[in-house]
């Protein structure tokens, strides 16, 4: 078949689904027949916009140039849109963000090798934080005619088969026949209602143009896989109620599976008398006010969390993976008798000793176990001494960081002059951010140590932390996600100078496809996280300081287009500033210098314990010691 008629064959194709307003439409109404001649390419994105997959954004090379014409058929017919930017690393960070904040499905595409490489380092962060995005990535030929450029230059197969389903779930397409299955098992990994994730889509460079000689459409498979209900009984309602009831102090321990299932949980906490911690991913699941929540836990957690967790006798997990940091490398829980783990997953549910596993949707089991509680005696109460004591620690942390809001500056010797400190910006930022109906993205690193104790999210997602991967510069591309979707929202970017200077793309694709948000930045001059880490174990500091000096603001008005501001040295300056880029329509920029010393009132401090460094012989020993 000849270029020009495949071309006029894809077009007409994709004008008929355009028309009848979808494939499935198209399919039934008969203008689209149900055997086609075409290629792999094409049947790709058919089945990709069979699941609602519309948006595409990477970095062509010469191991996709077929799915790019596709893509350019499709798009000039009005089905998909694709947006070309710097870096494959940078078009992860916003086909995450997009499907995070919005539901709306978006395919990273690149070439062979480095491409597809940068693609896979920033996948860490949907994997980590459970969250489905799609990856079209060029692959070496399937006929071994001999060393493919870009290709991991070893004489065996499919090694980036191997690597990339390392880090997700992965379908090499050697075989252009198997694309419906290639497509399902993807449907399955990003629509996964508990525990979605990247599906990376290997396409043989040779493969990808093959003709389908009349290929069933119906082929391209339909339908995301099913919510659980309720974990099965057999006893463990009973067998929960009791430990609930024994218990002297309950823990709720409310992860990021269960971020849907907050009125659930606050009836739970007043059924068993319980306090909660809250995970970063999960925070507004109950609201920051809520006078039973002691907000995090772990080594950067808060002195009221820790408090909870190492008194609790009692633990409730719910959706929690149990990272180390949450859970102080499984120390965190020293006087607990016992747990109760509701969780989708067999693996998290039965992470802890002594535990009740309860494998199930969380709300829906939720839903039964308050259910039986209330059948039995439960424990509501205002005025425990539980919860009484927690409260006590809880207005001492909250006093703790308001000292801190209450002294926005401090001498830096850096600066050579008063400088606002992290806690002040970030919680006048935050609390800006929700009165301007604005959502916040943390990035890595110091900035994303102190927004976790900071953050007073009311409703979920109001903010977005990659505390699973902690990803640097993950925030700033996040902001991309604003011009891909469908339905924007302006949104706040708080990052660190460390963290915009490792992807700093954004300042020039956000300007290119209209990206509505601003990146506060905060500079240190300094690994900030690091440092603190270093100090508490070693007492000193090795190359994690920055003396460079540089100028963002002009480094950002070198961007036509970007709005480039100055923070200033006051708050009442920062917020001035904010108000200015709200206003602009399209991507600014706020520098503000932050204090980088060793003055407690410049931050917020880490607590509890972490299996790093020249701590780890302890937190292990405490670990078998405690034996859960």
Request: hydrophobic residues 40%; aromatic residues 8%.
């Amino acid at each position: 078949m000849s270029k020009e008629s495949l071309a006029q064959d894809r077009l007409a194709r994709a004008r008929a689904i355009h028309t009848a307003g979808g494939v499935n439409e198209a399919l039934a109404s008969g203008a689209l027949p149900r055997r086609v001649d075409l290629t792999l390419s094409e049947a790709l994105v058919l089945g990709l916009l069979r699941q609602d997959v519309r948006t595409f954004v990477g970095v062509f090379g010469h191991g996709s140039t077929e799915i790019g014409e596709v893509l350019r058929i499709y798009e000039q017919a009005g089905l998909v849109r694709s947006f070309g930017v710097r870096n494959e690393t940078e078009a992860t960070h916003a086909a995450t963000a997009l499907r995070w904040t919005t539901g709306e499905k978006a395919c990273v595409f690149t070439s062979i090798g480095p491409g597809a490489l940068n693609a896979l380092a920033g996948s860490l962060v949907p994997a980590s934080n459970g969250i489905g995005v799609y990856f079209l990535l060029g692959d070496e030929t399937s006929e071994d005619e001999g060393p493919n450029m870009q290709q991991i230059p070893k004489h065996e197969q499919d090694l980036y088969l191997r690597m990339f389903a390392t880090m997700g779930a992965a379908y090499a397409l050697h075989t252009p026949g198997a694309v419906g299955v290639a497509l399902r098992r993807g449907l399955n990994v990003v629509d996964h209602p508990y525990r979605a994730g990247p599906f990376f889509m290997l396409l043989p460079m040779n493969q990808q143009a093959a003709m389908m000689p009349r290929f069933n459409l119906d082929e391209l498979p339909v339908g995301a896989p099913p919510h659980l209900g309720p974990a099965a009984d057999e006893g463990r309602y009973a067998q929960a109620v009791d430990m609930i009831l024994a218990a002297e102090r309950v823990l709720v321990r409310v992860g990021g599976g269960a971020r849907y299932a907050g009125a659930e949980i606050a009836n739970l906490l007043d059924l068993a008398d319980g306090v909660a911690t809250i995970s970063p991913i999960a925070a507004g699941a109950i609201p920051f006010s809520h006078p039973r929540n002691m907000t995090l836990a772990g080594s950067k957690g808060s002195p009221c969390g820790n408090y909870a967790s190492e008194e609790a006798d009692l633990i409730i997990a719910l959706g929690t993976r149990a990272v180390c940091q949450s859970d102080s490398s499984r120390t965190a829980y020293p006087k607990a008798r016992h747990v109760i783990n509701v969780n989708a997953d067999v693996e998290a549910a039965t992470h802890y000793n002594r535990t009740l596993a309860m494998v199930g949707d969380i709300s829906a089991t939720l839903k039964v176990l308050n259910e039986a509680l209330r059948q039995r005696s439960p424990k509501t109460t205002t005025t425990s001494p539980w919860l009484a004591t927690c409260a006590a620690k809880r207005q001492e942390w909250d006093a703790f960081r308001q000292a801190r809001y209450d002294q926005p500056t401090l001498f830096d010797e850096g600066w050579g002059t008063e400088v606002l400190t992290q806690p002040a910006v970030i919680k006048a930022a935050t609390d800006w951010a929700r009165t301007n109906d604005t959502i916040t993205f943390f990035d890595a690193g110091d900035v994303q140590a102190n927004a976790m104790q900071i953050s007073e999210d009311e409703t979920p997602y109001q903010t977005y932390n990659d505390s699973g991967a902690s990803f640097m510069g993950f925030a700033g591309s996040a902001l991309l996600s604003t011009a891909l979707s469908h339905k924007p929202k302006y949104a706040l970017a708080i990052t660190g100078d460390g963290s915009l200077t490792m992807t700093p793309q954004i300042l020039f694709d956000g300007v290119r496809h209209g990206a509505q948000g601003c990146i506060l930045l905060l500079d240190n001059r300094a690994m900030g996280a690091i440092v603190g880490l270093q100090q508490a174990q070693y007492g000193v500091t090795y190359t994690t300081a920055d003396a460079v000096d540089t100028d963002y603001v002009a480094l950002a008005r070198s961007v036509k287009g970007l709005l480039a501001l100055d923070g200033g040295n006051t708050i009442a300056d920062m917020l001035s500033a904010l108000n200015h880029a709200r206003e602009h329509r399209g991507l600014s920029l706020i520098w503000v210098r932050v204090y980088g010393g060793d003055d407690p009132m410049g931050a917020l401090g880490a607590y509890g314990r972490w299996n790093v460094g020249n701590w780890c012989e302890d937190t292990q020993a405490l670990r078998h010691e405690i034996g859960l």
